[in-house]
T-cell receptor
Framework: EAGVAQSPRYKIIEKRQSVAFWCNPISGHATLYWYQQILGQGPKLLIQFQNNGVVDDSQLPKDRFSAERLKGVDSTLKIQPAKLEDSAVYLC???????????FGQGTRLTVV | AQTVTQSQPEMSVQEAETVTLSCTYDTSESDYYLFWYKQPPSRQMILVIRQEAYKQQNATENRFSVNFQKAAKSFSLKISDSQLGDAAMYFCAFVNYGGSQGNLIFGKGTKLSVKP
């Protein structure tokens, strides 16, 4: 079974620029998560999808972050414009449903300079 | 609010010895799952072990076992016969079984070092 795929692995941008991350979950997994992990901290949930609908985006900074999951499969997370404090690892995860263990991709390390 | 607390930012263990990582959580729900994830320097989160709250028996996976105390809301991870490859960040996580949401909530992690 293929795992969760994320791209790119690394990204360096200047503040006020925009950036997009892509995630392809495990086939058949209905739930998809985007987490932000700042260095030295645990992952913080940004948004959770159930199929192509949003279950929870309460911690997503909606003035600059957006995410979509077209057709309930792949997902993109966008930041526009980026701030220095957005420097973090962005993790995508998927699970069969919203109550089971999540499987994670390798993450995208974003550096905003 | 649902929270997960890992009180040990760092732990160290000698190779082949046993180490226990602590985790407490807070929830008003009665049905939930608990997990321990391992995150090596490669960054990818790997599931180590899971525990269903309705099960009284503690979960085990080879050298990894948990001590689940539901009344105390405690969920510690024991690693036996520690190996160099066990060195990583370990995160305790929690998800409600019931309700419309199933947010997977993480603690801040414990960095485990293994000494040869």
């Amino acid at each position: 079974e293929a795992g969760v795929a994320q791209s790119p692995r690394y990204k360096i941008i200047e503040k006020r620029q925009s950036v997009a991350f892509w995630c392809n979950p495990i086939s058949g997994h209905a739930t998809l998560y985007w987490y932000q992990q700042i260095l030295g901290q645990g992952p913080k949930l940004l948004i959770q999808f159930q199929n192509n609908g949003v279950v929870d985006d309460s911690q997503l900074p909606k003035d600059r972050f957006s995410a979509e999951r077209l057709k309930g499969v792949d997902s993109t997370l966008k930041i526009q414009p980026a701030k220095l404090e957005d420097s973090a690892v962005y993790l995508c995860a998927s699970s069969r449903n919203k109550w089971t263990e999540a499987f994670f991709g390798q993450g995208t390390r974003l550096t905003v300079v | 609010a649902q929270t997960v607390t890992q009180s040990q930012p760092e732990m160290s263990v000698q190779e082949a010895e046993t180490v226990t990582l602590s985790c407490t959580y807070d929830t008003s729900e009665s049905d939930y799952y608990l997990f321990w994830y391992k995150q090596p320097p490669s960054r990818q989160m790997i599931l180590v072990i899971r525990q269903e709250a309705y099960k009284q028996q503690n979960a085990t996976e080879n050298r990894f076992s948990v001590n689940f105390q539901k009344a105390a809301k405690s969920f510690s991870l024991k690693i036996s016969d520690s190996q160099l490859g066990d060195a990583a960040m370990y995160f305790c996580a929690f998800v409600n079984y019931g309700g419309s949401q199933g947010n997977l909530i993480f603690g801040k992690g414990t960095k485990l070092s293994v000494k040869p």
